[in-house]
């Protein structure tokens, strides 16, 4: 199993929507959950930051973090086509170890 | 200042070249890793230096060879590589409250 599950979609929705991504993980010593945005070609941009269970929101974006259920989620108001890429959540232990990536979500908004 | 730099962008060498990859950030981050992306996949974990010491080395092959000469700078060099190798290489940093990855050095090994 693998620790972070992700399905790999691809998803589309029209423009105007709300998206919703999600994720499971297994391992209860993960103590920060992030999720990032790639688009083709480039390096992961950090969306979403969030230190243990609860939500977290930015502008359009909002994370939520259920340890109690393993579960991760990113919910995306208003998308715009701009917002098409591949989203990755990830766990991590500490500050300062590595990522453990799911394998991402290709997402694609119809204009 | 809250970017990590990589350069360059891409890279073409043969498979008997010495090259090296370069990463520089200013956020005082001492937490720098080196991840290899392959296409469709996501980043995996190469290197960890954690206040400019080498950490965690996820059996890497000695043709990948890390350098951290500053709390700012972070290099890969890289000889003998196999076409296997072409990939994007990410540089990342991060401390409390972030996770930062550049932008990435494409690598193409002919």
């Known amino acids: 199993q693998k620790e972070v599950e992700q399905d790999p979609g691809p998803l589309s929705v029209p423009e105007g929507a709300i998206v919703s991504l999600n994720c499971t993980y297994s391992n209860s010593a993960f103590q920060y959950f992030m999720w990032y945005r790639q688009y083709s070609r480039k390096g992961p941009e950090l969306l979403m930051y969030?230190?243990?269970?609860g939500n977290k929101e930015d502008g359009r974006f909002t994370a939520q973090v259920d340890k109690s259920s393993k579960y991760i989620s990113l919910f995306i108001r208003d998308s715009q086509p701009s917002d098409s890429a591949t989203y990755l959540c990830?766990?991590?232990?500490?500050?300062?170890?590595?990522?453990?990536f799911g394998s991402g979500t290709r997402l694609s908004i119809r204009p | 200042d809250t970017e990590v730099t990589q350069t360059p962008k891409h890279l073409v060498m043969g498979m008997t070249n010495k090259k090296s990859l370069k990463c520089e950030q200013h956020m005082g981050h001492r937490a720098m890793y080196w991840y290899k992306q392959k296409a469709k996949k996501p980043p995996e974990l190469m290197f960890v230096y954690s206040y400019e010491k080498l950490s965690i080395n996820e059996s890497v092959p000695s043709r990948f060879s890390p350098e951290c000469p500053n709390s700012s700078l972070l290099n890969l060099h890289l000889h003998a590589l196999q076409p296997e190798d072409s990939a994007l290489y990410l540089c990342?940093?991060?401390?409390?409250?972030?996770?930062?990855f550049g932008s990435g050095t494409r690598l193409t090994v002919v």
């Open positions: 990830a766990g991590l232990y500490s500050s300062a170890s590595k990522i453990i």
């Open positions: 990342a940093s991060s401390q409390e409250g972030g996770y930062t």
């Open positions: 969030t230190y243990s269970s």
